[in-house]
């Protein structure tokens, strides 16, 4: 298998590291991958990180307004806490290209606009809900760029807060999610993973297998039920004020969650708010109880009227935490009132310009998040062009600053000030930064958000997964269609990424029809030290074209190896002889399988000896070589003799190659052959195998195809 280096090693959430000694690279393939030989014995992971290159954004306003779009590195003075750093690295994302300041020789990715449209359901009519539907897709088609990463969220009373899709640059994927609200049901990606995380979890819980793991926190848990359809709390009363408290506390753990997320994440939120009259209590002046004694019913309505006017405890604590925590993880809020506008009476909103609508209108409390969290609020209206307009053009130009701090990884906050010498400039840049903590004190909403970015991002957030060459193969399991996807993690990534626990999950993305299918199993630790490893998975679908993703991460530790594959499921024939795709080996021992069960590995549904061949999983080296190819024959008549033959195609030319069976083995109607290739001299490049089987009379022909890569 290919070396697996740092090259370069990203501190997870936001602190972009640049080791002396150590740095972190990574690549995806979506074939083969070459033997791990005596020659080339993989390095170890180092992780020893001493320096880390920390990004600020940093967006400049002149008197008018308008964005400064001229400044270098020399303007800014940089503080972290208190103390004066110097500019490494420099980034002007307005004039289209990176300036590296003359002391910054660090190589870092671009710190992109990041945009998470929230769509609160519980305080927002059905009528405004659509027009933030409306808003929020003229924003997608005119104001997000390519680059931009994107998220949807939404909050309703019955589910709490939905991931619909993580931060992604899949934008398509996005509108369509938001396209169906209201219309039809649209599972994301992400929403479809939070899901089976969930219940998995809840599994646990109710199992009592939770002895190793940190307690559960009463928002996780509730929100897991909720998701999954269960019962949060038969006794709980779901009134106004209780999803008040929820919606603060949901606002607080996102936040919490979203601090260890570099830069700005810009979040626009449609909703209508939370009532003035539990945060601040009611303005208009109510009189003092009359204690008459006498009366004792008017006294209890008068003491019943000025306690419901003063403002919620619970409510106003909920909502000054969700303050805080956005406020310290760089998340303004661009708040766009839902509300009907006052003097619009209709069902939804009977009492018009009345004094009491203006004590339960919600716009004080958004107001009050746009101004802390460093956004913008908009008030209702029927037409949210220039509200999304404005948020373009805040949110277009704004430039990128790096310096270097000692890592640590104690959670410790860190304030940042970012000033301007020019003058007349008004800088808006994030409040500061928390370290990195180790996974073992993650939350375990801050678990499923990692998670989710691992599983799911095209550039991960934490630290960069190891490289997990992968593969898929469609199959036919039982007369049914399959797809038997496996990816393959070095002797030194297995031992660092699996360790003592690890869970191995297959995400399949149906291209198609849009929804998505995750599995996962447990990946057993090997009894005499790790081996090169190949986690498996065999997954009935029905013909498409997919894409899939293979994770495995520790439990423990939160590190994590993926790969990820494209394939097309056929419709099944009628055929008297039909091959699946051959499966390529390598003549090596020591490997081993990892399934859901001892039936669904490699080896036992392609009928090789594990302890004799491995998978190949990435590029063949150049050159004479022997191939082992284990093929898969469906046949009418199981009794029935074949012979082989093979031809290589690369570049247009086409090339036999002499073919030998060395094993074969027939259960029922399937034959499980493993033939041997002599490749006389691969070139570099991308080849094609075509294996084809017939029986003595040649009236029974069958054939497939493999492709592969040659460096």
Not at 118 to 125: G, Q, R
Not at 417 to 422: M, Q
Request: charged share 20%; with cysteine; aromatic share 8%.
């Amino acid at each position: 298998m290919p070396r697996h280096r740092r090259n370069r090693l990203l501190s997870r959430f936001g602190l972009r590291t640049a080791a002396a000694t150590a740095a972190f690279g990574l690549v995806l393939a979506a074939g083969p991958v070459p033997r791990a030989g005596a020659q080339d014995k993989p390095a170890p992971i180092q992780e020893k990180v001493t320096v880390a290159l920390k990004l600020v954004q940093a967006y400049v306003t002149a008197k008018n307004g308008r964005p400064v779009t001229d400044l270098a590195a020399a303007d800014f003075e940089v503080t972290d806490n208190g103390k004066p750093v110097t500019v490494a690295h420099f980034e002007n994302h307005v004039l289209g290209g990176d300036e590296l300041a003359p002391a910054g020789p660090f190589e870092t990715s671009r710190l992109g606009r990041k945009f998470l449209f929230l769509f609160d359901f519980a305080f927002t009519d059905p009528r405004s809900a659509r027009k933030a539907r409306e808003a929020a897709l003229a924003f997608i088609d005119s104001a997000v760029r390519p680059g931009d990463e994107v998220g949807v969220l939404s909050y309703s009373p019955s589910r709490g807060l939905t991931i619909h899709e993580y931060l992604t640059t899949d934008h398509a994927k996005v509108r369509t999610i938001v396209d169906a609200f209201g219309l039809r049901s649209v599972v994301g990606r992400a929403e479809s993973l939070t899901n089976f995380l969930y219940a998995d979890e809840l599994r646990l819980m109710d199992a009592g297998d939770l002895t190793q793991k940190p307690g559960v926190e009463e928002f996780y848990e509730n929100l897991a039920r909720a998701q999954t359809g269960g019962v949060v709390d038969e006794g709980r009363r779901q009134g106004y004020v209780d999803q008040a408290r929820q919606f603060a506390q949901t606002f607080a753990n996102l936040a919490r969650a979203l601090r260890y997320v570099p830069g700005w994440k810009n979040m626009i939120l449609f909703s209508s708010g939370i009532s003035r009259s539990l945060i601040t209590g009611q303005r208009k002046g109510l009189d003092v109880p009359n204690m008459d004694a006498g009366n004792p019913d008017q006294m209890m309505a008068e003491l019943n009227a000025y306690d419901n006017a003063q403002s919620n405890t619970g409510v106003r604590t909920e909502f000054s935490e969700a303050l805080k925590e956005l406020k310290t993880s760089n998340t303004p809020i661009y708040a766009i009132d839902c509300a009907p506008p006052l003097g619009e009476s209709d069902i939804n909103n009977p009492y018009g310009t009345s004094v009491g609508a203006r004590e339960v209108s919600g716009k004080d409390s958004l107001i009050q998040l746009a101004g802390e969290t460093g956004g913008r609020y908009f008030s209702n209206t029927t037409d949210y062009t220039n509200a999304l307009a404005e948020i373009e053009n805040v949110t277009s130009a704004f430039y990128v600053l790096g310096y270097t701090v000692p890592a640590a990884w104690d959670g410790a906050f860190h304030k940042i000030k970012v000033k301007v010498a020019r003058p007349g400039c008004k800088v808006f840049s994030q409040n500061g930064y928390y370290n990195p903590k180790p996974f073992s004190q993650y939350s375990r909403f801050e678990r499923l958000l990692q998670m989710t970015d691992l599983a799911l991002s095209d550039n991960p957030l934490a630290e960069l997964p190891a490289e997990a060459p992968m593969a898929a193969l469609p199959v036919l399991v039982g007369g049914w269609p399959h797809v038997v996807a496996y990816a393959g993690l070095d002797a030194a990534t297995a031992r660092s990424v699996v360790g003592a626990r690890a869970e191995a999950y297959l995400l399949v993305y149906d291209e198609g029809q849009g929804r998505s299918a995750i599995k996962s199993f447990r990946i057993k630790p090997p009894q005499e030290g790790y081996a090169d490893l190949y986690p498996v998975f065999a997954v009935p679908l029905n013909p498409g074209r997919y894409t899939c993703r293979l994770i495995v991460q520790n439990t423990e530790t939160g590190r994590g190896a993926r790969g990820q594959a494209a394939f097309v499921v056929p419709k099944p024939g009628a055929a008297l002889l039909a091959l699946d795709p051959p499966l390529l080996l390598d003549e090596r021992a020591g490997a081993t399988e990892s399934g859901a069960d001892a039936n669904s590995t490699l080896s036992a549904l392609f009928g090789y000896d594990p302890a004799k061949y491995a998978p190949w999983t990435g590029p063949l080296p150049a050159g004479p070589r022997r191939v082992y190819a284990a093929v898969r024959c469906a046949l009418t008549a199981p009794e029935t003799e074949l012979a082989f033959t093979a031809a290589d195609t690369v570049d247009g030319t086409r090339t036999e190659v002499p073919a030998t069976v060395v094993s074969a083995r027939t259960a029922r109607n399937l034959r499980q052959c493993v033939v041997e290739l002599a490749f006389g001299a691969l070139a570099p490049g991308t080849h094609t195998l075509t294996v084809e089987a017939r029986d003595p009379s040649g009236t029974m022909r069958g054939e497939a195809t493999a492709s592969f890569a040659v460096r």
